[in-house]
């Protein structure tokens, strides 16, 4: 027998009225989705979350108005943001039929675009706000239909990023969460929340394991799951009717700690920089360099350079020029050996007149853009990406903030 009255999903839209009423009561939920088992990979769990949510009484519930007190704290959340305005570019995950969207836009944003795995919930938010073209090129409200984790760079980058009941639906929440951080810009705002509130949303955890397989984290373990990634905790809320962390990628990637330093001799790498990938890299020696680089996350870093060689070396050689480095075990290229030791690879955007090995390497880290990530397309999808924090890093590097570095005494 239909069950939709009761099936709630991590969703406002899927909560029926009357158990918004009576949320305290917790009643139990019963029907045939709890007899789905998890799913151990990402396509399945997504066709199950995609099957579920199309069903025509399952997308009818989207359709009856939130109760007012739900409707407020969705205004909260959208406001909790501080810099939205006319010319920021949302992304909303999760986005069903569309209920942040009134929100966001009388935040005065004109360029929204809904995430959803169900295409029928995007048909009802298309028949709900004026849809324009899906590249990005219009203002207004743009859908496409999918997970998070597969958005094109094409359709960022974004000001901020929703995941407003919808993390725990997640197949992966950290590789959710590091997808938005890598679409969104330098100080752009990313939004996890959800208006019932975290233990609310465990008990609906519990019951329905194969369409909320995680829990809302706690602040330490959103601390602790977002350490590696170019994000900060700005504000946590975890309250009764009420789940709200607000999380920023540092203006200019900035350095949590301030600017980093490391130096020391040029030694033998394994050839992948400039005969795999076209990225000629200097590999500083990290045996001197362990307990600094302990201390560090593993990932991309940039920032300023120097080698230090003699005077009898030619002028631009001798200078300061602008750099990207990866610390860490090339998850990629090094896909074969779990165990590979950490490296620190600095590639400097000058083409130097010969080799420099032994030579010393003085590096000035300023910004952290992503943590080390393996990528499944191989070597050709790390190279793309590679080149893509070549980029940001060379234009971000001739900000006002971050030239005067170049005379740093550290890198004299």
């Known amino acids: 027998a239909s069950c939709a009255r009761q099936l709630v999903r991590a969703s406002p839209h899927l909560v029926p009225v009357e158990h918004i009423k009576q949320k305290t ?3 139990r939920w019963r029907c045939t989705v709890q007899a789905i088992s ?17 069903r025509a009484d399952i997308v009818s519930q989207f359709t009856v108005p939130l109760p007012a007190e739900i409707d407020q704290r969705l205004k909260v959340i959208v406001d909790a943001v501080p810099s939205l305005g006319p010319s920021s570019r ?7 039929t569309g209920c942040l969207i009134p929100h966001i836009r009388a935040r005065g944003v004109q360029d929204i675009l809904a995430v959803d795995l169900s295409d029928a919930m995007l048909q009802q938010l298309r028949q709900r706000y004026t849809s324009v073209g899906g590249l990005g090129n219009e203002l207004g409200v743009r859908t496409w239909l999918g997970d998070i984790v597969d958005l094109p760079n094409y359709m960022g980058p974004a000001d ?4 407003n009941a919808v993390f725990g639906n997640l197949h992966s929440p950290r590789d959710g969460l590091l997808r938005a951080a890598l679409l969104l810009r ?57 789940y709200l962390a607000v999380l920023q990628v540092p203006p200019r990637y900035a350095l949590p ?3 980093v330093f490391l130096s020391g001799p040029v030694v033998h790498g394994f050839g992948r920089g400039s005969r795999q990938m076209g990225t000629p890299t200097a590999n500083i020696d990290p045996e001197p360099l362990k307990e600094q ?23 631009a050689d001798r200078a300061v020029h602008k750099m990207v480095m990866n610390i860490g075990r090339r998850p990629t290229a090094s896909a074969d050996d779990p165990a590979a030791a950490v490296t620190v ?35 050709p999808q790390l190279i793309t990406r590679i080149k893509a924090d070549v980029a940001t890093s060379r234009v971000l590097l001739d900000e006002a903030p971050l030239v005067p570095y170049k005379e740093d005494a550290r890198l004299q």
């Open 90 to 96: 949302v992304v909303d995950v999760g986005s069903g």
């Open 160 to 163: 901020t990023v929703f995941f």
């Open 257 to 259: 700690k301030g600017p």
């Open 293 to 315: 680089l302990a201390a560090l996350p593993k990932g991309v870093y940039f920032g300023w350079a120097r080698l230090d060689v003699p005077d009898s070396w030619p002028a």
């Open 38 to 54: 998890p799913a151990a990979d990402r396509a399945s769990h997504n066709q199950v979350q995609s099957t579920t949510f199309g």
């Open 345 to 379: 690879e600095a590639h400097l955007l000058h083409s130097f007149s010969r080799d420099f090995y032994g030579e010393k390497l003085r590096v000035l880290a300023l910004g952290y853009v992503r943590p080390e990530m393996r990528f499944p397309g191989g070597l």
């Open 186 to 242: 330098p100080g752009g705002h990313l939004v996890i929340s959800h208006p019932m509130g975290r233990a609310w949303h465990s008990s609906l955890h519990a019951e329905q394991p194969a369409l909320v397989p995680h829990q809302l984290p706690s602040k330490e373990e959103l601390q602790a799951l977002i350490a590696d990634m170019p994000l900060n905790l700005l504000e946590m809320r975890d309250e009764e009717g009420l």
């Open 25 to 27: 009561s917790h009643r």
